[in-house]
């Protein structure tokens, strides 16, 4: 997840010169927008298909149906990777550059209630590199970035070349990322930037990339996708039926993918 940037300051611009490498060889949503104005209403939409608040300051626990009570049910391996928590099952607040409104999963009851399940799924960001290494990234990562690394306050190029060098590169290298296999890495971005209110949080990319992608593929259809795709699209990669909230009648992003 990256944070509060439009698409035409992304798309094509040299700030982002990794992640327009990304496109260039993955599939590029066009017609992608954000759901609102600030950020939390993005990151539960993305995990839940609702808004359920714009306060940005809450850190209110939320029961409702979401995206890792379907992965628990269905046995599917996951794990939410923030950087800057100070530990796994980590459910307190803001601690330096790390902001629980990014992390919508430390909101939801499935982990907030449940500590030995939070300690299995939520982990500092080094972990990644760990879990990567050693052949165990789970079937669903969920990359938090600091909000130094994911161009919330800190310039685009430092968020794409830390996307590149502790995502992109280190992929790269994985059989799940090479021919023949199933990896997909999405690129979203939370909102576009404040005075963009188009469709609710503004014009945002959506990059795909992975052997079951489509290469250099732009947006051909004229469908407005949203987080609710979004999310709909990657329960369905998943195998996870009944996607919760808007989800369940949003367009899935299908076009995007080899098969």
């Known amino acids: 997840m990256e ?21 260039r060889n ?6 992608y927008y954000a759901n609102v104005h600030p950020s939390i209403g993005n ?63 430390a909101m939801l009851s499935d982990l907030a209630d449940n500590q030995k399940l939070a300690n299995q799924h939520i982990w500092p960001f080094s972990q990644f590199a760990t879990d990567l290494a050693n052949g165990n ?31 992109v590169s280190p992929l790269s290298n994985d059989s799940s990322f090479q021919s023949g296999g199933g990896g997909v890495l ?26 079951a992608v489509k290469t250099g593929y732009s947006q051909a259809s004229s469908t407005v996708y949203q987080h609710q795709s979004m999310l709909r699209t990657v329960m369905q990669y998943l195998g996870l039926s009944n996607p919760p909230g808007a989800a369940a009648a949003a367009p899935p992003m299908s076009e995007f993918f080899v098969k």
């Open 137 to 167: 990234l789970p079937a669903f990562s969920f990359i938090v970035p600091d909000v130094n690394d994911d161009a919330h306050n800190g310039t685009p190029q430092q968020a794409d070349s830390w996307l590149q060098t502790k995502v």
């Open 186 to 211: 999405i690129v979203d971005f939370d909102e576009a930037v404040d005075s963009d209110t188009t469709h609710g949080g503004g014009h945002v990319p959506a990059v795909f990339w992975g052997p």
């Open 3 to 23: 944070e509060n940037q439009s698409y035409s300051t992304i798309v094509g611009n040299s700030n982002w010169s990794s992640l327009n490498s990304l496109i």
């Open 26 to 31: 993955g599939a590029l949503a066009t017609r």
């Open 43 to 105: 990151y539960f939409m993305l995990t839940t298909g609702q808004v359920l608040t714009t306060d940005d300051s809450s850190t209110k626990v939320w029961n409702v149906a979401n995206i890792a009570r379907s992965m628990l049910a269905a046995g599917v391996s996951f794990r939410i990777y923030a950087e800057g928590i100070p530990g796994p099952g980590y459910l307190g607040g803001n601690t330096g550059p790390y902001l629980i409104r990014h992390q919508p999963f």
